[in-house]
């Protein structure tokens, strides 16, 4: 299992602004928004396999948000 922390951050922060362009799409009312938000969770709900995450208040708000949005 991984266990740097940097590299976490840097990837986390990646995903946040995945997250930011969901707003957009649905705006646009893209066909492929939804595909976009069960792709992005599909990734973050596997990420806890690969990766020892020590704080994850973040994490695991972003992927119930986006769980939520998905609904």
Do not use: Q, R
């Not at 938000?37 to 990420?47: A, F, G, T, V």
């Amino acid at each position: 299992m991984i266990k740097d922390n940097k590299k976490l951050i840097v990837y986390l922060n990646s995903k946040v602004s995945s997250a930011f362009k969901i707003l957009p799409l649905y705006e646009e009312k893209n066909v492929g928004v939804k595909i976009y938000i069960d792709s992005l969770i599909i990734e973050l709900s596997s990420l806890n396999e690969v990766i020892e995450i020590e704080h994850g208040d973040e994490y695991l708000s972003l992927l119930a948000t986006l769980k939520g949005v998905i609904k």
